[in-house]
């Protein structure tokens, strides 16, 4: 039975005996009234006033693993030594969400594409230039955009396939996490050693492929745009690639005891949970 609008109500032919009324409506606590009709009477209810009911509303504002490994990512992209050079490859979070493909070749595009990325090469270029390096190059505005392409064909294919497309097919992180807990001796080995190990995507420490395989090929890369006397085939190669190890295990020794403090605005703390 329905109420009218002012709230009255009636039930006919109700039968003798015991009787439960119950009285609902959307958004209001339920009431109930019982009690006993006898033969041909005719029962008259007191008011009935149903309270407001208690409402409870649950909003889950969790984030995926995608949306966290990007907020991560915004805050890396910020990172800059003395404010201008790029720190981007290092993550202070040491439960950082891993990164996916796509977001792997964003964080690289973005390193090779920054203006000191492009400034350091043309500094390269000009000190090879005044020194007369790679003569085969020549002098003048063509000899040295030869060394510039050079230069900048050096920095962003070691990116490239170091930090995006070998860690994309391997599944493995190309960040560096920093430990900054430990005694000097246990951080200052633990910085060496993520020049040929790194966090894999299922967040387990493996052998850095990336890194190793990523300076092989940039290495024998470049033999294709050096000039050929200046080209040495398999032995520039490894000598690259040895070059670019050492050079990571120095880099993380840095990140681990000096580069953190010279990078201003850096968050307290860089985790975001999902």
């Given at each position: 039975?329905?109420?009218?609008?002012?709230?009255?109500?009636?039930?006919?032919?109700?039968?003798?005996?015991?009787?439960?009324?119950?009285?609902?409506?959307?958004?209001?606590?339920?009431?109930?009234?019982?009690?006993?009709?006898?033969?041909?009477?005719?029962?008259?209810?007191?008011?009935?006033?149903?309270?407001?009911?208690?409402?409870?509303?649950?909003?889950?504002?969790?984030?995926?693993?995608?949306?966290?490994?990007?907020?991560?990512?915004?805050?890396?992209?910020?990172?800059?030594?003395?404010?201008?050079?790029?720190?981007?490859?290092?993550?202070?979070?040491?439960?950082?969400?891993?990164?996916?493909?796509?977001?792997?070749?964003?964080?690289?595009?973005?390193?090779?594409?920054?203006?000191?990325?492009?400034?350091?090469?043309?500094?390269?270029?000009?000190?090879?230039?005044?020194?007369?390096?790679?003569?085969?190059?020549?002098?003048?505005?063509?000899?040295?955009?030869?060394?510039?392409?050079?230069?900048?064909?050096?920095?962003?294919?070691?990116?490239?396939?170091?930090?995006?497309?070998?860690?994309?097919?391997?599944?493995?992180?190309?960040r560096y996490f920093y430990k900054g807990t430990g005694s000097t001796t246990s951080r200052a080995l633990y910085a060496i050693a993520n020049s040929v190990?790194?966090?894999?995507?299922?967040?387990?420490?493996?052998?850095?492929?990336?890194?190793?395989?990523?300076?092989?090929?940039?290495?024998?890369?470049?033999?294709?745009?050096?000039?050929?006397?200046?080209?040495?085939?398999?032995?520039?190669?490894?000598?690259?690639?040895a070059i670019g190890i050492g050079s990571t295990a120095i880099v993380n020794l840095l990140q681990e005891f000096v580069i953190r403090k010279l990078t201003?605005?850096?968050?307290?703390?860089?985790?975001?949970?999902?």
């Amino acid at each position: 039975m329905v109420s009218g609008t002012d709230g009255q109500f009636f039930f006919p032919k109700v039968p003798p005996g015991a009787f439960q009324l119950a009285i609902t409506a959307a958004g209001f606590s339920p009431q109930s009234f019982s009690g006993i009709l006898h033969d041909g009477e005719t029962e008259t209810l007191p008011p009935i006033a149903l309270t407001v009911a208690d409402t409870r509303t649950e909003v889950d504002v969790s984030l995926t693993q995608v949306e966290v490994a990007e907020e991560q990512i915004k805050i890396e992209e910020k990172q800059r030594v003395f404010g201008a050079i790029p720190n981007f490859y290092v993550t202070y979070d040491p439960d950082a969400a891993p990164l996916t493909r796509k977001q792997k070749f964003k964080l690289a595009f973005r390193t090779m594409v920054d203006p000191f990325t492009v400034g350091i090469a043309a500094a390269v270029a000009g000190i090879e230039q005044g020194q007369n390096h790679f003569y085969e190059y020549g002098q003048g505005a063509q000899g040295y955009g030869k060394r510039f392409g050079a230069s900048y064909a050096d920095a962003t294919m070691g990116t490239l396939i170091g930090t995006a497309i070998l860690p994309s097919l391997l599944k493995q992180d190309p960040r560096y996490f920093y430990k900054g807990t430990g005694s000097t001796t246990s951080r200052a080995l633990y910085a060496i050693a993520n020049s040929v190990i790194c966090k894999g995507d299922n967040r387990h420490w493996q052998p850095n492929y990336s890194n190793i395989l990523g300076n092989l090929a940039a290495g024998g890369i470049s033999n294709l745009y050096y000039p050929e006397q200046d080209r040495n085939d398999a032995g520039l190669m490894f000598e690259n690639a040895a070059i670019g190890i050492g050079s990571t295990a120095i880099v993380n020794l840095l990140q681990e005891f000096v580069i953190r403090k010279l990078t201003p605005k850096l968050p307290n703390s860089h985790t975001i949970q999902p």
